[in-house]
């Protein structure tokens, strides 16, 4: 794969226990369970249905879809992130599969599941807009697509990666929740949606966001495939 995407991997494998760690703060696990579980529960078809969650990490989201009844299978190419996923599905009777793959070019039958998801991933993808239209064609007719993502990088990415110009990342440094909403639409979903986290925004407001993070108002984006 491309040397973008293994720069992006590394960054993710040496940044996995902290992040994961970071994810099950226990002063804050309880409340961001039940928060996250009413968003999902209210933008996916009823339980049980096949969901892919892309770019998985260490399963924040695809832990939470099992326990609302869904057939989960988050991906990722993080060795240390999928290392992580791992060790917490050991611990569940029913855990979502997880297993190494691209987000960009998720290696599955047509039609196999009803929603793909996925947070924090829309920026960090090297190209979104190839993307989308390979989830659709994943996707049953009517199921959904459903992202949460906000402008984290609206200044511009840095180097967070190493010295890749952001340029290489086309939603890294959006201005604009729209530009994601916009990426869906172009890539094949209809009734593109945008919906701002407002239980996300007070939970971070309560107990901060890690560090060199700010408060951001976070956005689930959806869209459906088209009934054909
Ligand atoms: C900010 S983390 C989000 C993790 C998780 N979705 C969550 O909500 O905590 C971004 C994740 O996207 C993954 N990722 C980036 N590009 C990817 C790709 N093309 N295929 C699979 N995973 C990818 C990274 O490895 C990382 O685990």
């Not at 993808?125 to 007719?141: C, E, G, S, T």
Request: aromatic share 8%; proline share 7%.
């Amino acid at each position: 794969m491309s040397h973008l995407q293994d720069s992006i991997n590394e960054y993710w494998t040496d940044r996995a226990p902290a992040y994961d760690d970071y994810q099950q703060r226990p002063e804050r696990r309880a409340d961001d369970i039940g928060a996250w579980a009413r968003i999902w529960a209210a933008a996916l078809p009823s339980a049980p249905a096949d969901v892919l969650d892309v770019g998985t990490g260490s399963g924040h989201v695809a832990f939470v879809l099992a326990g609302l009844g869904h057939r989960v299978t988050g991906i990722d190419l993080s060795e240390g992130m999928i290392a992580r996923a791992r060790e917490h599905a050991v611990l569940l009777a029913e855990p979502p599969a997880i297993r190494v793959g691209d987000a960009v070019a998720p290696d599955f039958a047509d039609r196999s599941f009803d929603a793909v998801v996925g947070r924090y991933v829309m920026w960090t993808l090297r190209d979104p807009a190839a993307a989308v239209p390979n989830w659709v064609r994943l996707l049953r007719p009517g199921g959904v697509v459903a992202m949460v993502d906000s402008t984290w990088f609206a200044d511009g990415l840095g180097n967070l990666y190493g010295d890749r110009p952001d340029a290489t990342l086309p939603l890294a440094d959006a201005r604009s929740i729209d530009e994601t909403a916009s990426v869906l639409e172009q890539g094949g979903l209809v009734d593109v949606r945008v919906t701002p986290l407002e239980s996300i925004l007070e939970l971070d407001r309560q107990h901060g966001v890690a560090p060199g993070h700010d408060v951001q108002l976070q956005y689930l984006v959806t869209g459906r495939a088209p009934q054909v």
